[in-house]
């Protein structure tokens, strides 16, 4: 069964910066293409960014705009988000997605002073 | 970035009933590879989503054959069929035609 788990999501202040994690097992992670997503307190969702395999290739949304990095390690079978200079328009669920096919349950980031 | 308009908002329905959303996209989804790639969520109360049906019509594992999905170009539809009290919740399509990914604005599925 494939499951991910995020974590490290917590309150933060504007201009700060943040590291989420998702943990993967279930699959061969190094196989997969991983996405992350993200929900907002009014319930829109927003696609982040992806990265291939090997972590070699990344996209992101032009919202981001430069401020979120997506990067994996295989041999922990761990992706992460790391964000900076965060905004109150980065408060919401972050979910882990293997290629928008399977979710984890979420982290909540706030971004507040 | 291409838009994904949903409606209805809010859908009340009876337990056995039917019940339809729709998903419109600015833009033709049909990608330069002949597949169209229009996706379907549920996200159930405290849950985060999980997939119903990909590449329109194709329903995921474990996903049953109440649920069907149909259209094409930039108009698509979710059908439920003898609503059960698991299928109440927020609907979402999704397409990755073309780049970024974008949602719709979710049909919220509740009991009349």
């Known amino acids: 069964e494939v499951q991910l788990v995020e974590s490290g999501g917590s309150l933060v202040q504007p201009g700060g910066s943040l590291k989420l994690s998702c943990v993967a097992s279930g699959y061969t992670f190094s196989n997969y293409w991983m996405d992350w997503v993200r929900q907002t307190p009014g319930k829109s969702l927003e696609w982040i960014g992806e990265i291939n395999t090997d972590g070699s290739k990344t996209n992101y949304a032009p919202s981001i705009k430069d401020r979120f990095t997506i990067s994996r390690d295989n041999a922990k079978s761990t992706l992460y988000l790391q964000m900076s200079n965060v905004k109150s328009d980065d408060t919401a669920i972050y979910y882990c997605?293997?290629?928008?096919?399977?979710w984890g349950p979420g982290t909540m980031v706030t971004v507040s002073s | 970035d291409v838009v994904m308009t949903q409606t209805p908002v809010s859908l009340p329905v009876s337990l056995g009933g039917q019940a339809s959303i729709s998903c419109r996209s600015s833009?033709?989804?049909?990608?330069?590879?002949?597949?169209?790639?229009l996706h379907w969520y549920l996200q159930k109360p405290g849950q985060s989503p999980q997939l119903l049906i990909y590449r329109v019509s194709n329903r995921f594992s474990g996903v049953p054959d109440r649920f069907s999905g149909s259209g094409s170009g930039t108009d698509f539809t979710l059908k439920i069929s003898r609503v059960e009290p698991e299928d109440l919740g927020d609907y979402y399509c999704l397409q990755s035609t073309h780049f970024p990914p974008t949602f719709g604005g979710g049909t919220k599925l509740e009991l009349k």
């Open positions: 997605t293997r290629s928008t096919t399977d």
């Open positions: 833009q033709s989804l049909v990608h330069s590879n002949g597949n169209t790639y």
